[in-house]
């Protein structure tokens, strides 16, 4: 199963800018937030009456007017998916859930990093709520859909020990693919974080079996930084591509 022209919003919330990507199908209103970590009240004003501040990227419609004219039912939240358990990606699920009456998703190997959102934050001097768990593990090699929105699940530790990356199957093509912090557009994710499995070979073993053999233009969403393709990073990233050689370029990634 596979949707047409999916609407894709990204907000760069919290300090530390992650990317949180609201995913809409306009044919049915379903909508999926992928790493809610922080700025839940931002998300919920915009998601529900499109009022205050909006996304930072956006390929759909800013106003009410506009997704009626596009014809695009009232939205409705149908789940929460995270792609890793760091605390600017899952910090404030709870908030989150308190709004939206669904289950989250987050890979059951990082279960216990995610006891640790709320304490993790403090060491970096950021509030947290009593972290969440989980309602749901996903599950690697298969396809979940979320209403009507379907998401191959490819496992890809190395920056976490449950880190994934959710592959939004679109008709047509190009897919969206949602990584949160294994790649990044010239870079990889850190692998020398305390408590979380952080292992370099791992991480690029990760990129070269799960990512490497997806289509080119498959666009990637970053859970820092801008956009970039599978092609591109494929081709030229200096840590995990083609021309990086045993341990890449540096052995670690640039952002968090």
């Known amino acids: 199963m596979a949707i047409t022209n999916p609407w894709v919003e990204c907000f760069f919330v919290g300090a530390l800018q992650m990317r949180c990507s609201v995913v809409t199908d306009r044919e049915t209103g ?96 950021f509030n947290a709520p009593t972290p969440a768990v989980a309602d749901e593990p996903l599950v ?39 990584v949160g912090d294994t790649l990044f557009a010239g870079s990889v994710g850190r692998t020398d974080l305390p408590d979380t499995g952080g292992d370099f070979d791992v991480l690029a073993s990760s990129i070269h079996t799960q990512l490497w053999p997806l289509e080119a233009d498959t666009i990637v969403y970053p859970g820092h930084g801008p956009l970039t393709t599978i092609g591109h990073e494929r081709a030229t990233n200096p840590f995990v591509g083609e021309g990086a050689g045993p341990g890449g370029m540096y052995g670690r990634g640039k952002y968090a």
């Open 30 to 125: 379903d909508t999926v937030i992928i790493d809610g970590g922080s700025e839940p009240q931002r998300l919920i004003n915009w998601i529900d009456r499109f009022e205050g501040r909006g996304p930072d990227w956006s390929n759909g419609p800013s106003t009410s007017e506009e997704a009626k004219l596009e014809g695009i039912p009232n939205r409705s939240v149908v789940a929460l998916v995270n792609t890793h358990a760091h605390f600017d990606h899952s910090g404030h699920i709870p908030d989150l859930l308190l709004h939206y009456p669904v289950k989250w998703y987050l890979h059951e190997d990082d279960t216990y990093l995610q006891t640790l959102a709320q304490s993790s934050a403090r060491r970096w001097g």
């Open 140 to 178: 690697p090699l298969t396809t979940m859909e979320f209403g009507t929105l379907p998401f191959s699940i490819l496992h890809t530790p190395g920056h976490t020990l449950g880190g994934c990356c959710l592959n939004l199957l679109v008709e047509g093509g190009p897919n969206h693919l949602f």
